[in-house]
Nanobody, 123 residues
Framework: QVQLVESGGTLVQAGGSLRLSCAFS????????MGWFRQTPGKDREFVAA????????VYADSVRGRFSISREDSRDTVYLEMKDLKPEDTAVYSC????????????????WGQGTQVTVSS
């Protein structure tokens, strides 16, 4: 069974930076594309960023492009989301997800999900 555990979420001031981690276990990490999504109460899950199985391709939501960076470290079975110039509207529960298919911003394409980590950006 694939298990995903996010960490790194905390309270941060607007303009600050934060690095989220997602630990993968249960299968071969390098076979999976990975994505980050976020959700605020009362709103649908929103795509943030994704990276292909080999790390060769990435895609970002317009709202975070240029500020966030997704990466993976296969030796640690971990995917990261580096966030810079954080804004109050970035406040959400951030979840990572794993998928065997092509790089995709669609939540429905991902088969495995973590429980999420809370990021709160104060103004």
């Amino acid at each position: 069974q694939v298990q995903l555990v996010e960490s790194g979420g905390t309270l941060v001031q607007a303009g600050g930076s934060l690095r989220l981690s997602c630990a993968f276990s249960g299968r071969t990490f390098s076979h999976y594309g990975m994505g980050w999504f976020r959700q605020t109460p009362g709103k649908d899950r929103e795509f943030v960023a994704a990276i292909s199985w080999n790390g060769g391709n990435t895609v970002y939501a317009d709202s975070v492009r240029g500020r966030f960076s997704i990466s993976r470290e296969d030796s640690r079975d971990t995917v990261y989301l580096e966030m810079k110039d954080l804004k109050p509207e970035d406040t959400a529960v951030y979840s990572c997800a794993a998928d065997l298919g092509p790089l995709s911003p669609l939540a429905v394409r991902y088969d495995y999900w973590g429980q999420g980590t809370q990021v709160t950006v104060s103004s």
